[in-house]
Structure formats: C-alpha cells, structure tokens
C-alpha cells in the first residue's frame, strides 16, 4: 500500500509560479516511477510529468514542456513539479501518482496509488 498526499496549490496570476509537493509513504519509494497528473472540469485526466525509478528519465506534455520541472528525492520520499510561467489553461486539480513500475509511463492505467488531488488556479 503506499499512500500519497500532494501539497502546494492555490491561486496565482498568470506568469506566475508554483511548486507541487508529493509525499510518499508504504511501499519502497526508490522502486517506482511517480507522475503528475491533471484534470480540468470537462476534460480528461492528462499527465503533465512522469519520472522514473531511478529519476534518470523524465516525460513531459508537450503543452508543459520548458515551462514544468518533475523532481525526485528519494531520501525523503518526495516528488515535486516545479511550475512556471502558468496561464489559466493550467487551472486543474492536480494529482500525483506512483506507477506498477520503475519506468516512466504517462498513461493513467499504469498508475497504482493516487494522491487526493489540489487545485491550481491560475488567474488571467
């Protein structure tokens, strides 16, 4: 069992930052690869960032790229998304996840664990 729980939305202007947290507890952190995931009122869940076990590959949206940042410490247990330059096309709720596998994936099917959710709001 390993349980999730994602910290650090709000609401920002846009063109601002924010910082996710994800803290992992259960199951050999090391061992998995962790993603995060949105979704939007209407819309499918997407994943914006995936990262693997070992923290050496990293996938993107292409609707993040160079704006989003995934990171991992596998000491403490922990996953970020480092956010910048947000636009109101990123207000979502925002999950964080932990997949069956030590490979990044940005399918949701190949997640295990989910955390609860929290919301960014992005203002224009």
């Known amino acids: 069992q390993v349980h999730l729980v994602e910290s650090g939305g709000g609401l920002v202007q846009a063109g601002g930052s924010l910082r996710l947290s994800c803290a992992a507890s259960?199951?050999?952190?090391?061992?998995?690869?962790m993603g995060w995931f949105r979704q939007a009122p209407g819309k499918d869940r997407e994943c914006v960032g995936a990262?693997?076990?070992?923290?050496?590959?990293?996938y993107y949206a292409d609707s993040v790229k160079g704006r989003f940042t995934i990171s991992r410490d596998t000491a403490k247990k922990m996953v970020y998304l480092q956010m910048n330059s947000l636009t109101p096309d990123d207000t979502a709720v925002y999950y964080c996840?932990?997949?069956?596998?030590?490979?990044?994936?940005?399918?949701?099917?190949?997640?295990?664990?989910w955390g609860q959710g929290t919301q960014v709001s992005v203002s224009s």
């Open positions: 996840a932990a997949a069956k596998y030590g490979y990044w994936s940005s399918k949701a099917y190949e997640y295990e664990y």
């Open positions: 259960g199951r050999t952190f090391s061992n998995y690869a």
């Open positions: 990262i693997s076990a070992s923290g050496g590959s990293t």
